[in-house]
């Protein structure tokens, strides 16, 4: 048992080592060989992501999540910064690059969703603080149905409709009921979970390698289609959102695990959810879900990326350190 708990140990420790290259090769491989990755059903990716938010809610206990209640500061920021920064960044870019109207609808929906259980997982995978990110996507995912169609109608001039109920039990879901189950059987049977604890790691970075695969593949076509421009409309979105959330974090001095968290939260967004409003509010305007199916792809990569970096910066400081105190 000490021997495989040891190997389990390595080949976890060379996939988050190596996760952003595996995460790259398997998007370069669906995207101009979907052939090879069709087999995976874009239907599996909530399944995929529950899984995976199983296996977080293993390694967090009870205390973890309270915090979050405990300082409520900080999911106030976060949510905050959330609906303004991504948004506004949305429609800074697409008018600085002049898209069409057609796909400044879909950059602009991108950026009114909220944050998407994604970013817990790369959370989680950073080592950042990982029950602060579940707040942020909960709380967020609550007030979307209200904030988004307003911040959708504000920044267009049009509104959307968003399936309320749909969405509250698609969180319940995904997120909570998964990771209620994990937190249970990590309070009464713990001794049991921290035998596997260690490939925890080896099974999250696979299961974002189906995702990416998944995504890609059934989406491939569309995704060559596209122009140059949206692809860099996209990258610079998602990679700005991240680094306004670490900065967000330094100004109102958040320790290393919350910074890692409020800007994951804040760079990954619910694209696949815009993706849909687009498609669905917006049946006359097919490119509109163009950005979501993109950005669906480029922000599990680019999160794969920055775990990798946010790990070095764990190494090079020592380890993450103690939260700081909220108050300070």
């Avoid at 069409?100 to 970013?119: N, R």
């Amino acid at each position: 048992m000490t021997n495989w708990k040891c190997i389990m140990k390595r080949i976890s420790g060379v996939l988050g080592k190596y996760m952003a290259l595996i995460v790259l090769a398997i998007a370069a491989l669906a995207l101009f060989l979907p052939g090879t990755c069709l087999w995976i059903q874009t239907g599996w990716v909530n399944y995929l992501l529950m899984v995976v938010m199983f296996g977080m809610g293993l390694t967090l206990k009870l205390s973890d999540l309270a915090i979050v209640f405990t300082r409520p500061r900080d999911i106030i920021i976060g949510c905050i910064a959330q609906f303004a920064v991504m948004p506004l960044l949305a429609f800074l870019l697409g008018k600085a690059f002049g898209v069409s109207d057609e796909l400044l609808v879909g950059i602009i929906l991108v950026g009114t969703c909220p944050g998407g259980t994604a970013s817990n997982v790369i959370t989680y995978l950073s080592k950042g603080d990982t029950a602060l990110s579940v707040g942020m996507t909960g709380i967020n995912t609550l007030l979307a149905p209200l904030v988004t169609p307003a911040l959708t109608y504000f920044y267009l001039k049009t509104t959307v409709s968003v399936d309320v109920l749909l969405m509250f039990f698609s969180i319940v879901r995904v997120v909570i009921i998964p990771i209620g189950l994990g937190l249970l059987i990590n309070r009464f049977f713990g001794e049991y979970t921290q035998k596997i604890v260690h490939i925890l790691p080896a099974v999250s970075v696979a299961a974002i390698c189906l995702i990416v695969a998944a995504v890609v593949s059934h989406n491939s076509r569309k995704i060559l289609s596209t122009g140059l421009t949206v692809f860099v409309i996209v990258i610079l979105h998602n990679l700005l959102g991240y680094l306004c959330g670490f900065i967000i974090g330094v100004i109102f001095r958040m320790d290393l695990p919350r910074r890692k968290a409020v800007a994951i939260e804040i760079g990954m967004q619910n694209s696949g959810l815009a993706a849909t409003l687009a498609a669905g509010s917006f049946p006359g305007l097919p490119m509109a879900a163009v950005p979501g199916a993109i950005f669906s792809v480029w922000h599990n990569i680019s999160g794969a990326i920055l775990a990798s970096i946010f790990l070095r910066m764990d190494d090079r400081a020592g380890g993450s350190r103690e939260p700081e105190n909220p108050g300070s």
